[in-house]
């Protein structure tokens, strides 16, 4: 069953006027709007307010990545909304996308709330893999979610510190490019399993030509933002007696769920860390509201759950069925997709868009065949997709 993600908009409070901006000007998906606003607010609160998690405290800091095809869903669009009004708020939380771990570790140590806005983080996670002077960024990105009240590490025989960190991550890509350079081990463990992918839905209304949106509406945003953050001065955030039993039962379903699915040693990393980004979505859907007394009712812990089980949804199609595993199935599934797009071609139309070697191509190619996803149609003289695979 698809979520219904307009029916989980907020009906009031800053981040309804934040996903009416944001819609004034642009036709994205809603969803971008919404998980765009929750980081710019999650920004401005930083460490003053959270939820206890055993020896632990929960931050709303978020780490968050749109997926979608490209140009039409305006992921970009959406993405530079959320880092402008982040810019106006306080432009020395922004941190540019373009670093190498020690100048992060170096920004931290100076400014320890920070958020990094990555327009295409599929490259980003290919640069990191690839050149040799981004080694241990995933492993240095993963520990700083956990918001640690100090951090410490060294980098080319030169130590950093950093005390009371709060680092958020948004950014865009398509499902292209994570499925081509994300590995097998990266779901298993580290950064990817911290990561919210919300993904493109599909578009309410179309703007031919988007209208002008006035500077005084992002003014009375920025505002807004800045009158709910003024109150917060520290806030632990509790559940409470309803919320907290509407809590439970939702953990406990999405783990026996987790053991019940044979992919469970790849979802379950993933899962464990919805159970945190729902507490963090509950207490910002709060603080959004102006309800700052500390406690996470029912009603906002109800509308966090809804939303994680819509990423749920769309995070196990994305563990299951796009990335990782091996390449050896990811170099299949590519080839079935090219005949499917483009059929009754021959063999050597479909390894030069396959964009792979001759070696890469060849054993994938014969399973494909070996297998019965794809046969050579003697009419049309090229290949086609078996009829099981459509």
Known sequence: MQTNWRALMPRSGWLNDWISYCEHGTDAPVTYHLFGGLAVLGLAV??????????????????????????????????????????????????SDRFTPEALLQELSKDSVLAVFIDEFGEFLSQID?????????????????????????????????????????????????????????????????????????????????????????????????????????????????????????????????????????????????????????????????NLKGTIGRGKMEQAIEMMNGLKEYLRYLVTEELGQDGYMQRMRRIVALVEKYPGKDRRFYKNYSHMTSREFGDPWESCLAEGRIRFDKKCKGFMISEGQM
């Open 46 to 95: 930083a460490r003053q307010a959270w939820v206890s998690w055993g020896h632990d405290r929960l931050y709303p800091n978020l780490f968050v990545c749109f997926v979608g095809a490209s140009t039409w869903p305006h992921k970009s669009t959406s993405l530079k909304l959320a880092k402008r009004l982040a810019f106006a708020f306080d432009e020395d939380r922004v941190f």
């Open 130 to 290: 690839s050149r040799e002077y981004l080694g241990g960024l995933k492993g240095d990105l993963a520990e700083l979610y956990g918001c640690p009240d100090v951090f410490k590490t060294s980098r080319a025989q030169r130590s950093y510190r950093a005390q009371e960190v709060f680092l958020s991550i948004l950014g865009a890509t398509t499902p292209h490019w994570i499925r081509d350079r994300v590995k097998e081990r990266d779901i298993l463990a580290g950064l990817l399993p911290r990561i919210l992918f919300v993904p493109e839905t599909k578009k309410e209304f179309q703007y031919d030509v988007p209208p002008r949106v006035p500077e005084s509406e992002k003014n009375k945003v920025l505002i807004g933002l800045r009158r709910t953050i003024d109150k917060i001065t520290g806030i632990e955030f509790e559940l409470g007696e309803e919320s907290y039993l509407a809590f439970v039962d939702w953990k406990r379903q999405l783990e026996k769920e987790a053991m019940r699915d044979e992919h469970e040693p790849r979802l379950s990393p993933a899962y464990a860390r919805l159970q945190e980004y729902l507490l963090k979505t509950a207490m910002l859907l709060e603080i959004s509201d102006g």
